[in-house]
């Protein structure tokens, strides 16, 4: 299975609620962070909610 690592670029604030609260889901809380997640349709769902704001490499 493949792994995602994401890393947030901008910050949250501002945002929709629902935003801020999928980056707290993932797991980032700061800009610059990274953190690394399983491969699934609700992680990509999530990154999906928040593309604007973070990068995501796919890790094998």
Do not use: F, Y
Request: proline residues 0%; aromatic residues 0%.
């Amino acid at each position: 299975m493949a792994t995602l690592r994401i890393k947030q670029v901008k910050s949250g604030i501002g945002g929709q609620r629902n935003q801020r609260e999928t980056l707290r889901s993932l797991g980032l809380r700061k800009i610059g962070q990274t953190v690394e997640k399983e491969d699934s349709s609700v992680v990509r769902g999530m990154v999906r909610t928040v593309a604007h704001l973070v990068t995501v490499e796919e890790i094998d």
